[in-house]
């Protein structure tokens, strides 16, 4: 192998690829986690939810507070900014994670991953709908694969 080849890799290269793995092992688990809290423990999908984004909003706004002191708060001083905030919390973040818990608890972990993977083309098949026009053939193969997969699953 030719030297030149070789590319140093940067510290914070690493770094950013031992948090996306380390994320993605997180979020994996919290699926079985979770199934195992609504089975075995009795909670609820709601309380769970409000708790677990509770908790990391607590936690974002302090490290985003350490870092950045009072711009943290810029958002909520444009009415436009501070809707869109609320908008993506409730509609966004809120209905996502609600709707993976309550499918975990009415199915299970996998399941319910294996449903929230199909969102790429159910908002392929939303966006041909609403532009009428449909998508490129690669795209248009790569939904019905992934729809035919799921449904054999």
């Known amino acids: 192998m030719n030297n030149d080849t070789l590319v140093a ?5 690493n770094k950013g690829i031992a948090l996306v793995l380390t994320g993605a092992a997180l979020w994996g688990v919290s699926g079985t986690a979770a199934q195992y809290l609504f089975q075995q423990q009795g909670f609820s999908p709601e309380w769970l939810t ?3 984004l509770l908790l990391s909003g607590i936690i974002l706004l302090g490290v985003a507070y350490k870092n950045e002191r009072l711009q943290v708060f810029e958002i909520w001083k ?4 501070a809707l869109q905030i609320i908008l993506f919390a409730i509609l966004g973040m809120l209905a996502v994670q609600y709707t993976y818990f309550a499918a975990i608890e009415h199915g299970n972990a ?11 083309a159910l ?3 939303y966006l041909a709908i609403r532009s009428k026009r449909f998508p490129g ?3 248009s193969v790569a939904v019905i694969i992934a729809i035919l997969g799921t449904f054999y699953l």
Do not use: N
């Open 78 to 81: 444009t009415k436009q900014d």
């Open 123 to 125: 908002i392929t098949c």
């Open 137 to 139: 053939i690669t795209v």
């Open 9 to 13: 890799i940067s510290p914070s290269r």
């Open 50 to 52: 409000v708790i677990r």
């Open 110 to 120: 996998a399941t319910a991953t294996v449903l929230q993977y199909l969102a790429p």
